[in-house]
């Protein structure tokens, strides 16, 4: 929704239509001139910041569908509506919106209060060949909420599920809760807080994105080590697909067959609607240890990831910055890589086992910052998260590295944003691969993107890289391009630079997403990743829960 009221009766707040967040809190003047400097002292690159065009100035075609009078009162055909559900947050939503450019706006908005209203605008979408799009946060950065649906369908209208919210059950005793599909990650937490309990699941989007988007698109957390993907909090999920609603049985596992429940993980809206979900929950933390250390190299930082990875301490956050992406961020001076170790229980102290993942850490060459190692700096607490929308993240401890990533992770978008108001291109794009792959990875992606950058005449430009999570058989190395872009041109240079780098991830055995899914933009590396059989497979279900092709078309399998 554009607004949201925050739960003290504050004044609603407001999203941003062309960027990611919430508009009170995008940069201002003097955060943009400190990001101008920054590039200009430490990049030379010279930067002048455009402002966003107006929302009512922007055009948009006439509507192509009227809905049926049984609907009208769900849905909306304002051209405010329609342009702001008409993208995701990706770079490439960024640059169109700054240009006043609505490339594929919804013919409507449908704002569905229960799950049989969403029955009932499957059905009219289904029966009038209307494609139907699936929004929660509006969160996705690979066109996976763009109604960009070609030629064969009657129109388009955006499911937004914001209705669908809140904390429905609580089942204290076995630590699960059916929630909403349309529940925002703060107001999640903020549900399950008066009852000591935790989600405990951060994805960088927690700001502005749902549950229900988390499970379509198999999202990926906080947690760096052990259960980390939303697939293993999913208990059981209710979903409306064209051909009916699927309720799967709540159970702490089971052996019986396929998993229904892992049909619809990272289905992305093309077999049906997620409604609601019982989820895994957890006491909230009381218990927090860890810090920040240094290594010579990002690949002698890598080791030490790998041997905390492999050793069976589980520590809630393993992140590995490399210098150059840790300058930027403030949380170091260039000259090496930055690690950041946390562990937290709601049982039991953990300083052992921070203690044990210290000495992991100096012996594969890293500098212990001994100061933050006794404090609680590097788990991601869900205080230092907005605990309702829009609200400011604590700083946490003032003057560690722990605490600068912190408030760096939180702030990120909106400082994205920025940049690409100051003319740069600004995108990242993440894999996972086995650790024995992992410097060849490393090496092929960074060189086939600086390759593509000179291509499109991009000079200046840099590629960074962090791990975000670690498994005992490899690593999720995140990459970050900053650049340059051309005036008029930034949308085709970046066109160039991530075909390279999908290509060299594929071919050093990487996958072509690890939890930012599949969308639109990464379909076609999709294709060539999947198994063709398992291809077939999924469009034998899609035909079966969607027989008219409506449900998110082009996301996973091709429209029509």
Known sequence: MAGMVTPGGEAPRTRSWWGWGYDDAVLDPSELGGLARLLRDSFGIAATPRDPPDLGAVDLPSPRLVPPASLAHLVSDVPADRVRHAYGSSFRDIVRSLDGRIDHPPDLVARPTSAAEVVDVLDWCSSSGVAAIPYGGGTSVVGGVEPDVGDGYAGTVSVDLAALDGLIELDRRSLAARIGAGTLGPALEDALRPHGLTLRFFPQSFECSTLGGWIATRAGGHFATGPTHIDDLVEAMGVVTPAGIVETRRLPASGAGPSPDRLFLGSEGALGIITDAWVRVRPRPRFRAGGSATFASLFEGAEAVRALAQSGLAPTNCRLIDPVEAMVNGVGDGSGALLIVGFESADHPVDGLAARAAELVRDHGGTVDEDSWHHPGGALDVD???????????????????????????????????????????????????????????????????SALAEVGASGGFVTCRTTHAYPDGVAPYFTVIAPGRPGGMLSQWDTVKAAASEALLASGGTITHHHAVGRDHRPFYDRQRPELFAAALRGAKAVLDPSSICNPGVLLPAG
């Open 384 to 450: 230092d998260l907005p605990a309702s929308p829009g609200s400011a993240a604590s700083p946490g401890s003032p003057g560690s590295a722990s605490a600068g990533w912190r408030g760096s992770f939180i702030r990120a978008p909106y400082l994205r944003d920025g940049l690409v108001r100051l003319g740069m291109m600004v995108e990242t794009f993440e894999t996972a691969v086995t650790w024995d792959r992992f410097e060849d990875l490393h090496a092929a992606v960074t060189g086939a993107t600086l």
